[in-house]
């Protein structure tokens, strides 16, 4: 089953729409903390409408104890970032795979990135005046492209 992890996400209503994405799309949720919300918060369950209920949400205490928790394979991580050097419509994505992507305001740990660079993938954009889109928005984009041979 494909999973969309979060590090460290900020925005409540960024959160709850993935969730939203999550439950249309049959994937996972997995949250890694900190976070700058609660899970009780209005704006994530207003975002995430009554759809919240049904999401498939796993939680970790950090990037560590996720890895250990679930261990997942080198070739099942595509992490998400503006600058990666290969766009996100070249690899072809397993069905478990995990789609990583960071904070609103900072991506990925510096950390995370170095252990996995040969894993990372961005989302293409033509015009010259943005630098990202919105974290919502670029879940949904790379979910549908993972899950692009399986949806009718």
């Known amino acids: 089953m494909t999973s969309i992890v979060l590090v460290h996400p900020e925005i409540p209503h960024n959160t709850g729409a993935i969730g939203r994405t999550c439950v249309a799309l049959d994937m996972d949720l997995v949250l890694i903390r900190p976070y700058g919300f609660t899970l009780s918060d209005r704006q994530l369950q207003r975002a995430g409408l009554d759809y919240w209920q ?3 949400l796993a939680e970790f205490a950090s990037w560590g104890t996720f890895m250990d928790e679930r261990q997942p394979l080198g070739e ?3 992490l998400f970032e503006d600058d990666a050097g290969r766009s ?3 690899p072809d994505y397993p ?3 995990y789609l990583v992507f960071g904070s ?3 991506g990925l740990p510096k950390v ?3 252990a996995h660079a040969d ?3 961005r989302l293409p954009m033509r015009s010259p005046h943005i630098r990202s889109l919105n974290l ?3 879940v949904t984009a790379a979910a549908y492209q993972a899950l692009r041979g399986s949806l009718t």
Do not use: G, M
Request: glycine residues 0%.
């Open 54 to 56: 049904h999401v498939r």
């Open 76 to 78: 099942q991580l595509f």
């Open 88 to 90: 996100f419509y070249e």
């Open 95 to 97: 069905d478990d795979a």
């Open 104 to 106: 609103e305001t900072k």
């Open 112 to 114: 995370i990135r170095d």
């Open 119 to 121: 894993r990372e993938v």
């Open 136 to 138: 919502a928005n670029a």
